[in-house]
């Protein structure tokens, strides 16, 4: 059974899927639709043009689904399309797209953990973690699994791949390929995600993998283009899914250039 606070409200328009909670002093908005099982805790906001699928929590004072701060904006209907079973902690934002008819998307199983922000047209995948006070600039990918660590940044248009993890207060600038970590301001590329690999159950050798990708790339003084063909020449691409994915990654289109 839906429940919702006396002292709630609740927009006409809005759909609300079973076993809904809304708190008390929360509001959803008229073009809100949130799936079966979703929590919305007192004084949290769920606004604009969005769609939850299921069983997602908004904990005390978020507001997800607010207008861009783009000021490139020009009206019509941009949206913010969120998957199943994701946590939005106190006081996170996650904003609508800029441009009519587009989409910022949040896939599934995220932690967005306190005062956290997701800007305009960001695509954020599966299982990440954003520690408190961090922070996406507009059209950012945040591949799945990948972690950004407390008080850090991610500039407009920056990709962060998965399994990777920006450390906590550091500004990425440039695209983090999968499975690295980069540390500081400008941030760099210091080594391999391993607890993260380990705990995603990555084998020992894909996990050497990913450390004989990350020496070649960093460690042997070759230009970014040199690196990736002699990481291409060596690489068994039919047997290694993380040499795929880091390969993948560097020959996909980028904004920024590697980090």
């Known amino acids: ?10 927009e006409d328009g809005a759909q ?9 002093y929360a509001y959803i908005g008229s073009r809100a639709v949130l799936g079966d099982g979703c929590v919305v805790q007192h004084h949290a906001t769920v606004d604009g043009n969005t769609t939850m699928g299921s069983n997602n929590c908004v904990f005390p004072y978020a507001f997800i689904g607010g207008k861009t701060h783009d000021l490139k904006f020009k009206g019509g209907e941009p949206g913010l399309k969120i998957g199943n079973d994701n946590v939005f902690r106190e006081y996170t934002t996650a904003h609508m797209a800029t441009s009519d008819g587009g989409y910022t998307r949040i896939g599934n199983g995220n932690n967005i953990l306190a005062y956290s922000h997701i800007a305009h047209d960001c695509v954020v995948g599966d299982k990440i973690v954003m520690s408190s006070h961090a922070a996406l600039g507009g059209h950012v990918v945040v591949e799945d699994c990948a972690v950004i660590g407390w008080g850090s940044g991610v500039h407009q248009f920056c990709r962060v791949g998965a399994y990777a993890m920006l450390s906590g207060s550091s500004k990425l600038v440039k695209d983090l390929p999968p499975f690295f970590m980069a540390d500081g301001s400008p941030a760099q590329v210091c080594s391999i995600n391993k607890i993260n690999m380990q705990r995603n159950g990555f084998t020992l050798e894909e996990i050497d993998s990913a450390f004989s990708a990350f020496k070649l790339i960093y460690k042997h003084r070759l230009s970014r283009t040199h690196a990736i063909e002699e990481l291409e020449k060596r690489a068994d691409l039919e047997s290694s899914r993380v040499l795929k994915a880091i390969l ?4 996909g289109r980028s904004e920024r250039g590697l980090a």
């Open 16 to 24: 609300l899927g079973e076993n809904v909670e809304v708190g008390a």
């Open 1 to 10: 059974m839906t429940k919702i606070h006396k002292t709630a409200i609740v």
């Open 248 to 251: 993948s990654f560097a020959r």
